[in-house]
């Protein structure tokens, strides 16, 4: 049945594991493995996730683009622009989201932190990942083909400098999270 | 000053920047981008193929991520490990005398369809199974597109991260604050 056998190289399955350490370290620690946290994200209640994942994006791109100017690394692990795929599997994944309070990531960290739902939440995962795999051919004719744009990134989409995204999405998230950190402040001025 | 490695949260920008940065390490060291949910499938298909490989065998998505490479990869490691770092966060930050976290039914969700586990227990299921399949149809989630992709300014993955606030906002709007119950108060206590 595995043709490539069951297990990577070992040195792969301990930096994934390292990785994953640390990762779960971090989201435990931004309370982002509880529900919660997330749904009052979408609730515009807490805006912890957006914090997070645009302080991580903004960070990890001056970093990558960086390496990649630099000759560090031989190129970028883009996916596929499919946009009808992107879009309506974004949405799909938005609804699932709103109701479980978790995504992959954080749900697997959510386990580890105590979030007992998240167990079900996890094998409610792995049956939507079998379904999936069954709709697979059809929904790759209907959603995925159609509106296909290969590896494109908004630099290479509009023949700008991924600089300019970069710094501009920098400067956005700070005056935004500024302006938010002030909102929050008069709102409730005990929270943290 | 504390230990840092002892208190309960630190801030979502530290937070953030340091998954900015554990994302240069991924990229840069092991030429991997951070992602969770492909592995989801794996397991899947490893499950499935342990009643029935030939099935497994017989479907191409399946194939591919079980019998054409080794199902137990580098983001399987990373996904099992996430428990383990959670898990290491949280036992660190518990006080003398404190209990470790646990909770069944959270309170955004106790307030609107009351303390039940049984039925949140089943709507997380139903929520893990429908963001699944969203996410694979989208070729990823919020590590592989919102973080990863996002970093990388991916089209496909900006796309996706618009979709998902869209949708996870008018979701929840539509789910949680229609026809709201009053607070259930100890909901994640009792049984």
Known sequence: MYESGFFAPWAQLVTGALTGLVFGFLLQKARVTRPDVIVRQFLLKDFTVLKVMISAVVVGAVGIYAMLALGWIDGLQVKNAALLGNAVGGAIFGVGMAVLGLCPGTGLAAIGDGQRDAIPGVLGMLTGGYLYALAHPWLTEALVKPLDLGKATLATQTHLSPWWFIVGLAVLAGAGFFALERWESTRSPRSA | ?191
């Not at chain 2, 019998?67 to 006080?95: C, E, H, M, N, R």
């Not at chain 2, 049984?118 to 996410?135: K, M």
């Not at chain 2, 996002?150 to 008018?170: D, H, K």
């Open chain 2, 1 to 191: 000053m504390r230990n840092p490695f002892r208190t309960s949260a630190w801030p979502p920008y530290a937070v953030g920047a340091a998954i900015g940065v554990l994302s240069w390490i991924t990229f840069g060291l092991m030429d991997k981008a951070l992602g969770t949910s492909t592995s989801i499938v794996n397991a899947a298909g490893v499950i499935v193929g342990a009643v029935a490989p030939e099935h497994v065998k017989a479907n191409a998505y399946l194939a591919k991520h079980v019998v054409k490479s080794p199902p137990f990869d580098w983001q399987t490691a990373l996904d099992l490990a996430l428990v383990a770092g959670a898990a290491l966060a949280g036992w660190l930050a518990i006080k003398p005398g404190e209990r470790s976290r646990v909770e069944h039914v959270p309170s955004e969700w106790a307030a609107r369809f009351g303390p039940s586990r049984g039925l949140r227990y089943a709507g997380a299921f139903v929520g893990g199974l429908i963001l699944i399949f969203g996410a694979r149809l989208a070729g990823g989630c919020t590590s592989g597109h919102g973080i990863s992709g996002g970093l990388q300014l991916a089209l496909s993955s900006w796309t996706f991260i618009v979709a998902l606030f869209g949708a996870g906002i008018a979701s929840a709007f539509l789910i949680y604050r229609t026809g709201r119950r009053a607070p259930v108060v100890g909901a994640s206590g009792g049984l």
